[in-house]
Every structure is written in C-alpha cells, then in structure tokens.
C-alpha cells in the first residue's frame, strides 16, 4: 500500500466552480499535512498546511485533515484559471516528507 | 539570485556520459534535498542533507552519487544512466530545528533526458 493516494486527474472545471482535491494516507504517525501547487516548469510551492486534525482557511483555498478516516482535502472557491496546476498532497516525518502523485486541476475561463 | 537555484534547466546525455547537476540555496538553510519527479508517479526522495551530512538515502541506485560541499551547494553526480532515469530532479531546502513543520523551498528542477 502507498503511503500517500491520490487521484492525478485531470481535473477540468468551470471558472467559478468549487474544486475538491483529496488524499488518503496510511501512516498515522505523521502529524503535519501539506498541499503544495506545481505550476508548469516550476518546482513546487507550499499552498498550506495543517497540524494535526481540523481546517485551516487562507481566503479562497481551505485544507482539511480527518485523521480517524486518514484523509486530506484541499478546497478551492471561486476558482480561477490562475488555479490550473498540479496540487501535491504531502506528510511530514523527520527529513522526510512523502508525497501524493498530485493532481493536475485545469479551470476553464 | 534568491530561493533555491539549478542548474542546468535541462539536460540531455548518453548513457555513457557523466554530469552534474547543481543546486545552490541562498536561503540559509541547514538541510538540502534531492527529489525525482517521474510523470503520473509521486515525488520520490533520493537524499537528504543535514548540515552537510547525509541523513537519508533511500535506496539510490549508485549511478546517483550527491555531494554537499558546504550547506548551500548540492551537486548530483550522475553516471552511467538508463533511460528510466529521464526526469526532472528537484532540489529542495529547509531550515530543520527538530519538531515543527519548516517550508520546503523547492528549485525550478532539471529536466534530464538519458537517451
């Protein structure tokens, strides 16, 4: 079993629309979740993270962490073409941080 | 130059070649890693850096051979490649004090082409 699932997508959707990206884990050991956004021909960047279990909200993008089902979610309103990139879910150990295949997200103006 | 330099952007080489790739953090950073991002595949960590010891190598074949002069240079060295190797490799640093969550910084990668 993969440390970290996660669909790769494409996803495509509207300008406006209410994008749900998701990632299962296996390890319950790992306290620190992460979304990272890869643009095309850059390396990626951390979007967000969060601690443990809850939401965290910063303007459109909110992550979400339920660690009794081991599951992470990033949420994006109002989405816009700017949003199109490949969302990476990652999970934190020591020196380590494990990574989903990431998600490329196309929103279309 | 800021964040997190490679070079070079993309590479083509033979199988036979040798070459490196170069990272450069100008971040003050205390730890560096080397990551391989294959399509449809999740990013895979071949080594880590800590305070210019190596602290993590999972299981690299030794084509790959890293080396950490100083705490912001990261050189690969590569050798004798397959074309399975053909990816783009990214470098990333961070500052690491122990427990806490400390930002990744990744540079734009290396496209590499092993023909």
């Known amino acids: 079993q993969k440390e970290v699932e996660q669909d790769p997508g494409p996803l495509s959707v509207p300008e406006g629309a209410i994008v749900s990206l998701n990632c299962t884990y296996s390890n319950s050991a790992f306290q620190y979740f992460m979304w990272y956004r890869q643009y095309s021909r850059k390396g990626p960047e951390l979007l967000m993270y969060?601690?443990?279990?809850g939401n965290k909200e910063d303007g459109r993008f909110t992550a979400q962490v339920d660690k009794s089902s081991k599951y992470i979610s990033l949420f994006i309103r109002d989405s816009q073409p700017s949003d199109s990139a490949t969302y990476l879910c990652a999970i934190r150990g020591t020196y380590k941080y494990i990574f989903g295949t990431g998600t490329r997200l196309k929103v279309l103006a | 130059e800021t964040g997190v330099t490679q070079t070079p952007r993309h590479l083509v080489m033979g199988m036979t070649n040798k070459k490196s790739l170069k990272c450069e953090q100008h971040?003050?950073?205390?730890?560096m890693y080397w990551y391989k991002q294959s399509a449809k595949k999740p990013l895979e960590l071949m080594f880590v850096y800590s305070l210019e010891e190596r602290v993590e190598n999972n299981s690299v074949p030794s084509r790959f051979s890293p080396e950490c002069p100083n705490s912001s240079h990261l050189f690969l060295h590569l050798h004798t490649l397959q074309p399975e190797d053909s990816a783009l490799y990214l470098c990333?640093?961070?500052?690491?004090?122990?427990?806490?969550?400390?930002?990744?910084?990744f540079g734009p990668g290396t496209r590499l082409t092993v023909t």
């Open positions: 969060t601690y443990s279990s």
């Open positions: 990333a640093s961070s500052q690491e004090r122990g427990k806490g969550l400390y930002e990744q910084y």
């Open positions: 971040l003050g950073h205390n730890a």
